[in-house]
């Protein structure tokens, strides 16, 4: 029997990965600030993914002028039907006073938060937390190599990113203006339905011939990590079902193991919780008035339910409850726990449900059952 894993599932399904929106503004960015202390753009520009992976990117903009550069890469999202595929994505660095740090600026077609309950406060440029850590991290590499101090101004634009943001949800949550920068691992993952779920039956094949009793479905990177953390499990126990929650329990009610362990993102899990098994935002939504429900249960009255049921996002809803100790992330995890044991139609599965925010933290379990 083959490896098992996430990067086994990957290479069973024959679909080419691409590069997120975060990986080349990073890639623009170190061009860009190698070009402004040496008066050379590195064509093409290598850098170095969380993973460890090192990618180059070839240029499609150099410019430069009096104080600043400006480099552009065009993104690549594989196999993967991404709107912002073959966007151009531009960095233009300038320099600022010793102690300023790396201060993001939205450029044209990269939108501004304007409402809280996103992992960044209103008025910053989209631009998340991973890509932000991505790119300071190049910027001192750059400096460290060139002789710069690392201070600088950084702006990111996405040529008609203002147009392709009306293709996603970026309206809705408050993003005005454009794009985000996103992506935990710089990697974009490819789905097509049908190859990734004969990828998650594939990793259960695999894991039950190895005689791993315990396995773990996750819905990204981010949760695999706390699961390993968690638990300890081994590689060939992880199944990336990504999207397809039901994908998993189906196959495992036919194919049952001891246990599994269903780890993934707050809003997502949130999703199972109310009864959907495909968690795609494209095909399923996070229910705020389901949400409101839960809080009551878990002692909100009804003036943190309305709250909850309005909030911008699922994330804004649990910090409303967290302040006001109402225990909305483990409300959650145990309802998709149940949901869960549903579908699985009394198969011999014990189950248990990690929430876990961006960063990875716990933010809400059931017991196993």
């Known amino acids: ?83 912002t595929h073959g966007a151009l994505v531009r960095a233009t660095v300038r320099p600022l006073p010793a102690g300023s740090g790396v201060v993001f600026r939205a450029g044209p077609g990269v939108g501004t938060v304007t409402r809280p309950g996103l ?115 081994p590689e060939d126990a992880l199944l990336d079902m990504g999207d397809f929650a039901g994908a998993v329990l189906k196959y495992v009610r036919r194919h049952p193991v001891e246990r599994l362990t269903v780890c993934g993102g707050f809003a997502k899990l949130s999703k199972l919780a109310a009864g959907h098994l495909d968690l795609h935002s494209a095909r399923s939504q996070v229910d705020k008035g389901f949400l409101a429900a839960l809080a009551r249960e878990g002692g909100a009255g009804e003036a943190l339910a309305a709250e909850v049921a309005s909030a911008n996002t699922g994330l804004a809803a649990l910090q409303l409850c967290a302040a006001a100790g109402v225990p909305l992330g483990d409300l959650v995890a145990v309802a998709a726990r149940d949901q869960a044991l549903h579908v699985l139609r009394g198969a011999p599965v014990a189950v248990d449900v990690v929430c876990v925010d961006r960063a990875g933290t716990v933010v809400g379990r059931s017991t196993v059952r």
């Open 119 to 233: 992992p960044l406060e209103v008025g910053e440029p989209a631009v998340n937390p991973v890509p932000r850590q991505m790119m300071r991290d190049h910027v001192a590499r750059v400096a460290a190599a060139h002789g710069g101090g690392g201070d600088v101004e950084l702006t990111l634009s996405v040529d008609h990113g203002e147009e392709i943001a009306r293709s996603t949800w970026n309206p809705r949550l408050g993003i005005l203006g454009g794009l985000s920068i996103l992506g935990t691992t710089g990697i974009v993952v490819p789905y097509s339905c049908s190859a990734w779920i004969d990828s998650i039956r594939r990793g259960v094949d695999v894991a039950r011939a190895a005689g791993r009793t315990h396995l773990a479905g996750c819905t990204g990177s981010t949760s695999e990590r706390t699961v390993v953390a968690e638990y300890g499990l």
């Open 1 to 83: 029997m083959s490896e098992g894993g996430r990067d086994a599932q990957l290479k069973h399904t024959g679909l080419r990965p691409g590069w997120t929106t975060g990986a080349c503004a990073t890639a623009s960015a170190t061009a860009a600030y190698t070009a402004l202390l040496t008066g050379e753009f590195p064509d093409p520009v290598t850098i170095t993914l969380p993973k460890g992976q090192t990618p180059s990117f070839a240029l499609a903009v150099e410019e430069a002028g009096d104080g600043w550069a400006t480099a552009g890469v065009v993104k690549d999202a594989g196999d993967d039907p991404d709107v």
